[in-house]
């Protein structure tokens, strides 16, 4: 059995460790860096894990110092101390440590065309895919004890496709396809960003010759035409592990050529493109101005119900 200072240090180092997590977490939420990595909806959470993080820091600190036996071990009848290898628990201490260096050495950077190519993009939000077992319901007003139930039986809360922003214009779908459509010139924006591209790619024939204006950043896919690219946004969900790229396919008079990761504002007149067989929307390029980065360079998913 190891002697009882050895796994006073191993207290003290997971300590340590667990202050060095509270200090990156409090640097990212200062400097804003930390809507880089996650959605808004999901800072408050930081802000718990914030606390949870310094007051357990402090107390395995605390517990390593105390001559006191009973603050060190639980009494719970099992042999705390540490009996692993030096090799061992280097490798494991590791798991942690390596995380927290890179995050205090290497600057946050936001998403770009390197990851897009990876990760492919999709032409079109396919939220109405996902979502329209439920959609449906949702129009018909079906509910069950205060919820919907689903064509497989299951109970959804119909709370779930309310955008978490109570100030946005439209509560449903159908309200801001009727404002797309009736609108002589479509300016996507960001809180609609997936919801206006889905009913774009849904209804393509309704939307020819409407004259469109977006943000996004140049993605040159390998497939498309020497004149076409990708006006680009990443959406993020709950945080950057579940991003997803989403664009628009544009074709421009390259006599002023884009860049792959500029930030552009285009404008142009909506047509129809065919790529592997599928009819897309494309942006008949009248006029680009190139622009800074936005402060929030993401789109986020609301789950607009139909």
Not at 39 to 60: C, E, R
Not at 145 to 158: F, K, R, Y
Not at 227 to 250: E, K, L, N, P
Request: charged share 20%; with cysteine.
């Amino acid at each position: 059995m190891r002697k009882e200072p050895d796994y006073r240090f191993h207290v003290f180092l997971r300590g340590v460790i667990l202050i060095g997590f509270f200090l990156l977490l409090f640097k990212l939420l200062i400097s804003g860096d930390i809507q880089n990595l996650i959605a808004p909806k999901m800072i408050p959470f930081s802000y718990l894990s914030v606390l949870i993080l310094l007051v357990l820091g402090i107390m395995q600190i605390w517990r390593s110092s105390s001559k006191n036996r009973t603050d060190l071990f639980c009494n719970c009848g099992f042999d705390h101390h540490n009996a692993g290898s030096f090799i061992g628990n280097l490798l494991i201490y590791s798991l942690f440590l390596i995380p927290l260096l890179v995050g205090f050495w290497f600057p946050d950077t936001v998403l770009d065309s390197s990851i897009a190519a990876k990760r492919g993009i999709n032409y079109g939000s396919n939220l109405s895919e996902q979502n329209a077992d439920d959609a449906y319901l949702i129009a018909d007003n079906t509910y069950n004890n205060n919820s919907l139930e689903g064509d497989n039986g299951a109970i959804i809360d119909p709370n779930l496709y309310e955008s978490y922003d109570t100030n946005l214009e439209y509560k449903n779908r159908e309200e801001l396809k009727n404002e797309l459509l009736n609108s002589s010139k479509i300016i996507v924006k960001d809180a609609y960003y997936l919801d206006t591209l889905d009913i774009i790619v849904n209804n393509i024939d309704a939307f020819v010759g409407k004259e469109i204006e977006l943000i996004g950043f140049v993605f040159k896919e390998p497939d498309l035409k020497a004149d076409q690219f990708v006006v680009a946004r990443f959406a993020i969900s709950c945080c950057i592990a579940d991003s997803t790229v989403f664009g628009i396919i544009a074709s421009a008079d390259m006599s002023h050529p884009v860049a792959t990761d500029e930030w552009i504002r285009t404008t142009g007149v909506i047509s129809k493109t065919t790529v592997d067989d599928w009819e897309l929307p494309m942006i008949q390029v009248t006029e680009i101005e190139r622009i800074d980065q936005p402060e929030d360079p993401y789109v986020y998913e609301l789950y607009m119900p139909y």
